[in-house]
Each structure stands twice: as structure tokens, then as C-alpha cells.
């Protein structure tokens, strides 16, 4: 018999990206077992609430950054990498991602994604404690799309038809991709290890060759549509990616070219006629989806971007990327074996279940807990409440002053991320409009509003759970 007693929590940083799909798994867990979720955004989770022997489905934190807000300390921690298959991360952000001397101690199950991601680790070291689990993106995409995305299907179709889809993977305008932030940001995770000169390096150049493939592909994006007078081209920004800088790059753009960031990506790709990327792990998505997809690298390296191969047609050379997009005969090529070691996911809908599994084995005994966090008149925890906003004033006066943030990265550690850029990661999530995505994801006959229960515990925080008949 399951333990009714289970609480899993799942946190939410980017909206747009993690949101359709990690509610889509919290109900999947709801309905196919007695445990309750918490759903919510990474900011607001613990602002008014403590856990205790909770479930966190935490993202890959960087374990300096953990013991600084330690959940891990009174909780269960499964790691499951949000950014999709570490199979196509570089050697260098492994070893910062996956720091498994400090990560060891504060992380209970490492999930993965697919086989091609424990090449990438020391295996050995977690073996006891890994298991394979699929993507969490790739397990939503077997939900009822044509109703969770009605209304967005129904704008793209009729406004942009037979269109060619182009997805930006990096944000070259934001101050962490510069090599200075870099070098502190990699400091400050490994400390003086050995090599770590040598690993900087690596960083940096693997870092400018991304840079270099992305504004390939924006030269790319404008050819394309001069090419293509009759149709729409659809160039869609990396999430940190600045507007400001697209619009500035694309001027001059032609009128077919149209630069939008709106809804999630997923109906973009699922309505295009193409999709056209430099290393975005959206293509994912498109295999999935059974779309056509183009790979272009112009500086592509094995040692880089090897598993980007994988996916074909895949072009170095400008010219003949273009002569193919003309073309009439678009055929796309995937491996079903190299597919299903990059993810289960591929072959299987089994993410909820396989995770389910997991927590019977290792953790049925656990009774968890949330609790309140009393509101006090205490003087000295008052001082802090009013400190921390003091803190919290001038680190955004710095953090909007280039110049001081620049000063800062070459000296000391890089400031955190704007309020401005938090609020474009995640503003609010409501009651509603997880009580109508629950009737979109499935079938009424198999999964109701009725058979799920919804409470808003605090900002931007559920509780999911079965209604008892």
C-alpha cells in the first residue's frame, strides 16, 4: 500500500519553459498514486512555508548555492536536470553541474534522462543512487496537445500558415555570457582545483563557439527570408535573450520576417513547416513532434557538439543550408536506438510511473510536513526583515549599473540576476488557470477537475491532490 503521507514538491524558474510540463507530471503523479504535490515557483516556494521529509524535485543547483538555502537538510532531494539530457552539455559544465564531491552529500537520487547521459558523469560514484527516468519536456509532449494549446493552434495556423521556425539557443546580450563572469562564476564553484586554468579555457572556448554558431544563425535568418519572399520565417529569442538586441540586430529585417517571443514553444514547432536551429535542445521537441528539422553549426567540434550530429540534415557550409531550404524534398533522418539512449522518453510515456517506483523503493516510511512560518513582532527578526530589503535595494541599484556590475565580475562574485529578469523567468502562476489546463491535458472520461483537488497555499504556491470519493 502507498504511503498516503507523501508530499513531492516541483519547483517552477522559467515559466514559459517548465510550467505546461511539470504540472502536466504533478497530475500524472496525482492520479496514478496516493501522493500529494506542490507545485509553485522557485522564488515563492519557501517564503511562507517550511518543508519537512518532502520529495524536492530540484533542478541541477550548483551545491555552494544549496547550502546557502538548504532544503536538503530536512528533506528528500531527486536531481532531475531541467535542462533537458546532460548528454549535450560540454565536459566543462558537467564537472561544475555535477560536482559530485559536494553534490554527493546533498543529493538523495540522481534521475537521468537517457544511457548517452551516464558517459558523461562518473558513474560509479552515484551508481547505487541513479536512475534513468526520461525527459520531463518529452513526457508532456504525450498529453492532449491539440486542446492544451487550442486557442495558440488556432492564432499560428491563421496568421502565419506554412512557415519556417528558427529557435535562438543563446543569450549573447546578457553580462554571464562574458568571459569574465565566467572565469569568477568558475572559481567560485571549483575553488582551486587542479587544471583549473586549463578548464577555464575549455569553458570559454566552448562558450565563443555557441556565440559564433548563434550569429551564424541570425545571418542565416535573414537570408532565409530574402529567399523565401512568400513565406513567413518565424525567429523566436533564447528565454534570457534581450529584446532590445534582436531588434537592434534585425533592424532592417524583411516584412516576412516576423520576431516573436509568445506562448510556449511547443505550438510554434508543432504548426511549423520547418524548424531551423543552432544547438537548441528544442529540437527535441521536434523529433517527437515528427517535424522536419535542420541542423546548422558553422563551427561545429566534435569535442563540442557531437551529439548534435545525431540529428540530420546537418549543415556546416551557409550555402548549402539554404539550397536545401529551397528545395522541394525536405527529408529528416534519426536513429531510433541513439534517440532512446538520449531519452526514454523516445519510446516510453513512463516518467510518472518510473518516479513512483523510485519513491516506493527508497522512500515509503517518509511522513512529510509543511508548516506556516508565524509571523513574529520580534525586534531582532524585524532588523532582519528590514535589512534584507535594504540588501535587496542595492544589489538592484548595482545589478541595473553595467558599469558597477562589470567592476564586480572582475573582482569579486557576479550579482545575482535583476528583479526585471526574475519577473520574465516567472511573474505569477493562478488557481484558474491550473484548474483549466487540467481538463485540456486529458480525456474528461480519464481525468477531471473533479478527481483533483487544487489549494493555493501561498504566492504562486498548490497543493495538487486526489479527491477522495
Not at 517564503?47 to 524536492?56: G, L, P, V, Y
Not at 502565419?160 to 568558475?186: C, L, M
Request: net charge positive; hydrophobic share 35%; charged share 25%.
Amino acid at each position: 500500500m502507498e504511503n498516503s503521507n507523501i508530499i513531492i514538491v516541483i519547483p517552477i524558474e522559467i515559466k514559459i519553459r517548465e510550467f505546461l510540463s511539470k504540472l502536466y507530471l504533478a497530475l500524472q503523479i496525482v492520479q496514478n498514486s496516493n501522493f500529494k504535490v506542490i507545485i509553485g515557483g522557485q522564488r515563492f516556494l519557501t517564503r511562507k512555508i517550511f518543508f519537512k521529509n518532502c520529495i524536492w524535485i530540484d533542478k541541477n543547483t550548483q551545491p555552494k548555492h544549496r547550502e546557502k538555502y538548504p532544503i536538503h537538510l530536512d528533506n528528500k532531494i531527486l536531481m532531475l536536470d531541467e535542462e533537458g539530457p546532460i548528454c549535450f552539455q560540454h565536459k566543462s559544465i558537467i564537472k561544475e553541474r555535477y560536482y559530485l564531491k559536494l553534490l554527493c552529500k546533498q543529493v538523495d537520487m540522481f534521475l537521468f534522462s537517457g544511457k548517452f547521459d551516464l558517459k558523461k558523469i562518473n558513474y560509479r560514484k552515484i551508481k547505487k543512487k541513479t536512475s534513468l527516468i526520461g525527459n520531463i519536456k518529452l513526457n508532456f509532449l504525450n498529453s492532449n496537445l491539440n486542446k492544451v494549446f487550442f486557442k495558440e493552434n488556432l492564432y499560428i495556423r491563421k496568421k502565419y500558415k506554412n512557415y519556417i521556425f528558427i529557435t535562438g539557443h543563446y543569450p549573447s546580450a546578457i553580462v554571464r555570457t562574458q568571459d569574465e563572469w565566467i572565469k569568477s562564476v568558475t572559481r567560485n564553484i571549483l575553488g582551486n582545483t587542479g587544471n583549473l586554468s586549463r578548464h577555464i579555457s575549455s569553458k570559454i572556448k566552448f562558450n565563443n563557439l555557441r556565440k559564433k554558431n548563434y550569429i551564424s544563425l541570425l545571418e542565416l535568418t535573414k537570408k532565409i527570408a530574402k529567399d523565401n519572399p512568400q513565406r513567413n520565417v518565424v525567429f523566436r529569442k533564447h528565454p534570457l535573450e534581450s529584446f532590445s538586441f534582436i531588434k537592434k540586430y534585425f533592424k532592417n529585417k524583411p516584412k516576412n520576417l516576423k520576431i516573436i517571443y509568445k506562448y510556449s514553444v511547443t505550438p510554434w514547432i508543432a504548426n511549423s513547416a520547418l524548424h531551423i536551429h543552432a544547438g537548441c535542445q528544442s529540437s527535441l521537441e521536434t523529433i517527437k513532434l515528427k517535424k522536419k528539422l535542420v541542423t546548422y553549426m558553422p563551427y561545429y567540434t566534435k569535442e563540442c557538439f557531437s551529439i548534435y550530429r545525431n540529428f540530420k540534415p546537418f549543415f556546416f557550409n551557409e550555402k548549402k543550408c539554404l539550397e536545401f531550404i529551397k528545395s522541394k524534398k525536405k527529408n529528416t533522418k534519426f536513429s531510433q536506438k541513439k534517440l532512446n539512449n538520449i531519452s526514454l522518453s523516445f519510446s516510453k510515456n513512463c516518467l510518472a510511473k518510473n518516479l513512483i517506483k523510485i519513491i516506493n523503493k527508497n522512500f515509503k516510511n517518509l511522513k512529510s510536513e509543511i508548516i506556516y512560518k508565524v509571523h513574529t513582532n520580534n525586534i531582532n527578526d524585524i532588523f532582519k526583515i528590514n535589512l534584507f530589503r535594504v540588501g535587496s535595494y542595492v544589489k538592484s541599484i548595482i545589478n541595473n549599473n553595467k558599469f558597477i556590475r562589470n567592476i564586480l565580475i572582475r573582482n569579486y562574485l557576479p550579482m545575482s540576476i535583476t528583479k526585471h529578469d526574475k519577473n520574465v523567468k516567472f511573474k505569477k502562476i493562478g488557481n484558474q488557470e491550473i484548474k483549466k489546463l487540467i481538463i485540456a491535458f486529458k480525456n474528461k472520461k480519464n481525468f477531471t477537475k473533479d478527481s483533483i483537488n487544487v489549494k493555493k497555499l501561498s504566492d504562486s504556491t498548490f497543493l495538487i491532490s486526489r479527491n477522495e470519493k
